[in-house]
């Protein structure tokens, strides 16, 4: 099924990440694991009692979960475990929550497939609260990201680390 919401000609900020182009909202050093067909990366836009949460997208480009192929978003589901695991390894959480939206009346606001994953804490109301509406510091974000590299580097998982 083909739906999409992209404007035409659309300059995709994911796609150019993985390139290895930083974005003015996203970094490649906020990326911290490659892995065939996925790449994860701590976000930029935090979510008030959840800071670092990762993104997780697939390396080629698909809007939503309508046409991405079945082979691609295993993939991405992999390495969504992958992350889950290394964020309740990592950042002190009490549990881990996933989040994916398809087309503005889904939430989606940024038009190539992500998923986020956020690290959950009793009593943080993840779904009662909104986003931060500035971005978090590159500095703040690579804490995070510095422990999840740490964390894949030292694990034996599929995935390869970024550097
Ligand atoms: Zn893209």
Do not use: K
Not at 10 to 30: E, H, K, N
Not at 37 to 55: D, E, I, K, L
Not at 141 to 156: D, G, K, W
């Amino acid at each position: 099924m083909s739906i999409t919401h992209a404007p035409p000609g659309y300059q995709c900020p994911m796609c150019d990440l993985l390139a290895g182009r930083s974005t003015p909202i996203d970094d490649v050093r906020d990326i911290v694991m490659r892995a065939e067909g996925a790449a994860a990366f701590v976000a930029s836009q935090w979510w008030p009692n959840n800071p670092g949460h990762v993104m997780v997208v697939p390396t080629g480009h698909y809007e939503n979960l309508y046409s991405i192929p079945a082979v691609a978003y295993a993939a991405v589901g992999d390495l969504v475990r992958e992350v889950a695991v290394a964020i309740r390894a990592t950042y002190g959480c009490d549990g881990v929550s996933t989040r994916q939206h398809n087309e503005p009346a889904g939430y989606q606001d940024l038009w190539h497939l992500h998923v986020h994953v956020y690290p959950r804490y009793e009593g943080d109301r993840l779904y009662a609260t909104q986003p931060e509406s500035g971005f978090a510091a590159l500095a703040e974000r690579q804490v995070y990201a510095e422990r999840l590299r740490t964390y894949f580097t030292s694990s034996s998982g599929s995935a390869t680390a970024a550097r």
